[in-house]
């Protein structure tokens, strides 16, 4: 054998060795990408699932919305109606603060007179009481 049967030889075992490594890596790679595909599937599915209960609710809280603002539309006709009440309380209100005062001040102008003639009520029951 001659140096360059040997060199041969061995760079013949040296494309067998990395030609078996590529095969070991492409072989990796293709794991990765067949597991990559069912990632992808299951992404898919999984959008395709959340997009179907997204539209779901959507509609749902379209009609949601639809049913608050009639509510509140109501209401506020409701509201519009009671407003008198409360401006008639509010009247009330002020109608009852003016009779107390002038309550207070009639009995502000009668309460000298009421005191003496206590006063002299009571002076005449007490001289009864001695007799």
Do not use: H, W
Not at 17 to 32: D, F, T
Not at 36 to 49: N, P, R, W
Not at 60 to 83: F, H, I, P, R, Y
């Amino acid at each position: 054998m001659t140096y360059t049967d040997v060199a041969s030889l061995i760079a013949a075992i040296s494309f067998a060795v990395l030609v078996i490594y590529i095969i070991m890596n492409l072989r990796k790679l293709l794991n990765v990408f067949d597991s990559l595909e069912g990632t992808v599937k299951q992404s898919t599915d999984s959008i395709e699932v959340i997009t179907k209960d997204v539209d779901a609710l959507s509609r749902e809280l379209e009609t949601l919305l639809g049913s608050v603002n009639v509510l509140a539309k109501d209401m506020n006709q409701k509201l519009k109606k009671v407003d008198p009440l409360f401006d008639a309380i509010g009247d009330v209100g002020e109608t009852v603060v003016d009779v107390n005062d002038s309550t207070r001040n009639l009995a502000a102008k009668v309460s000298p007179f009421k005191k003496s003639s206590t006063i002299r009520v009571g002076k005449s029951v007490e001289k009864k009481n001695k007799k």
